[in-house]
């Protein structure tokens, strides 16, 4: 596997398998079908091709966010807890944006925090398990400063 397929698989981030991050891609359904996702949280622009469509199949979350700055944070926080809920239910959950380095890393790293890891914890997984995630330096600061849970 080249360095390129490598940057373009999914990455596991918890020890379960029910966290995922990942860059986008143009089609979704065999992903989604081969890492049983339950699960989508799409965070850049553009409603993704091939999330499946069957009733009480798939959830798919769309939340657009841009890359420089930090979205309303009451916003960011609901879809980190919507992300930890449905994982405790036992959902696989995939977060997304186009690199998947710094949108979904932010947002998948709040999930972990609100699944109660501190910040600067949830900070090292990710960057451990996703070279070169987060390199924004305000979503990098800001998820590293949260406290275990959420606050």
């Known amino acids: 596997m080249t360095a390129v397929t490598r940057f373009l698989e999914p990455v596991q981030l918890d020890d379960d398998g029910r966290l995922w991050l990942a ?3 143009d089609h979704w359904k065999q992903l989604v079908r081969e890492r049983r996702l339950t699960v989508v949280i799409d965070l ?18 769309y939340f657009p966010m841009a890359d420089r700055e930090l979205p309303p ?11 930890v809920d449905l994982m405790r239910a036992g959902e ?18 709040l999930i972990l925090v609100h699944g109660g890891m501190s910040g600067a914890a949830a900070l090292v997984r990710l960057q451990e398990r996703r ?5 924004n330096g305000s979503f990098r600061e800001y998820l590293a400063a949260q406290p275990r849970g959420g606050g």
């Not at 696989?92 to 790293?109: F, K, P, T």
């Open 44 to 61: 850049e622009k553009g409603l993704d091709r091939g999330i499946p469509t069957a009733a009480n199949d798939v959830i798919y979350v």
């Open 131 to 135: 070279p070169g995630a987060l390199f």
């Open 73 to 83: 944070r009451h916003k960011l926080h609901a879809v980190a807890r919507l992300g």
């Open 92 to 109: 696989r959950v995939l977060v997304h944006c186009e690199l998947g380095l710094n949108r979904s890393a932010l947002v998948a790293g």
């Open 23 to 25: 860059p986008e891609r």
